[in-house]
């Protein structure tokens, strides 16, 4: 491992971090990603008020992938305890709201607890929430500053929904973000044949795995060529030379979040490749695609 390193102004165990939303959910589950060899993680996205979450189905797998339409299931406030077992390890905070002041509100109950917080101003499937915020390149510069205000260090994650991304984080970026994170999942659905009607409970879901790799990292190829923060790659994500395309686009990190579901030791798998003796020096790689 190369030893601690910082990225959006907090200090990671390795280039690898959980994404949100998988396994996110508990403290236990989250130091159970650590221990496996993840370098941070992010937590399942917190909201101001508990939410149980979209009717059920809110999974099908796909060819490539996974559509989920879960619905912002969380806890709430009641998650604050979840992070006693998490203390000084690299606990980023995922959190969504309706309005700037419901961000700064929720990320208040975090201050002095989390490493960092990703604003989720991305998820697809939810009203009034996530991508109704985060393609508004005004909402979205206002919900950054009101969290960025409270001077714990803030990653925005984007939509890969809207027409140009970055005009989206470029807005992050006059609030203030420390780092901005693509992708979130891409807009989809699946109809059952037989039974005539959308799978999903929410007929709508958001599309993750290995089918979203190429649209990630031309996401972040254009972020890395409009902004001066670092972007961290998520979206599809499986292997060390996943991680190494990601970092020659322009990603400082990565976010793993479908391939953990099949296997839990893929961060040690990972790190193993990625920083063996002829491994590559990530410093050396990050953006040299550009050249
Ligand atoms: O909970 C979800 O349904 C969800 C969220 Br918050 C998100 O940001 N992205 C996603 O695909 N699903």
Known sequence: ????????????????????????????????ILQNG?????????GPSPKVGHPGPCLVVVDGG?????????????FVDELAVLHGEPVIVSIFGGTPEEFRTVAGWFVGKASGF??????????????AIGSDPALVEECTRAVASLGVPTW????????????????????????IVAINTVKAMRISTALRRPVLGNRFGGLSGKAIFPIAV????????????PIIGCGGVSTADNVIEMMMAGASAVEIGSAIIDDI???????????????????????????
């Open 1 to 32: 491992y190369p030893g601690p390193i910082e990225v959006g102004g907090i200090q990671l165990k390795n280039h690898l971090l959980l994404a949100a939303g998988i396994l996110g959910t508990t403290g236990a589950s989250l130091a159970r």
């Open 218 to 229: 031309r996401c972040v190829y254009d972020l890395y060529e409009s902004c001066s923060i």
């Open 265 to 291: 030791s893929i961060f040690a798998t990972i790190a193993e490749d990625l920083y063996s003796p002829d491994g590559i020096d990530a410093r050396e790689i990050v953006g040299c695609a550009h050249a």
């Open 38 to 46: 993840a370098g941070g993680v992010v937590t399942k996205s917190i």
């Open 118 to 131: 990703e604003l989720n101003l991305s998820c697809p499937h939810a009203e009034g929430y996530g991508a």
């Open 156 to 179: 925005v994650k984007l939509t890969p929904n809207v027409t140009d991304i970055t005009e989206i984080g470029a807005a992050a970026e006059r609030g203030g973000a420390d780092a």
């Open 66 to 78: 996974i559509i989920n339409a879960m619905g912002l299931p969380n806890p709430s406030t009641a």
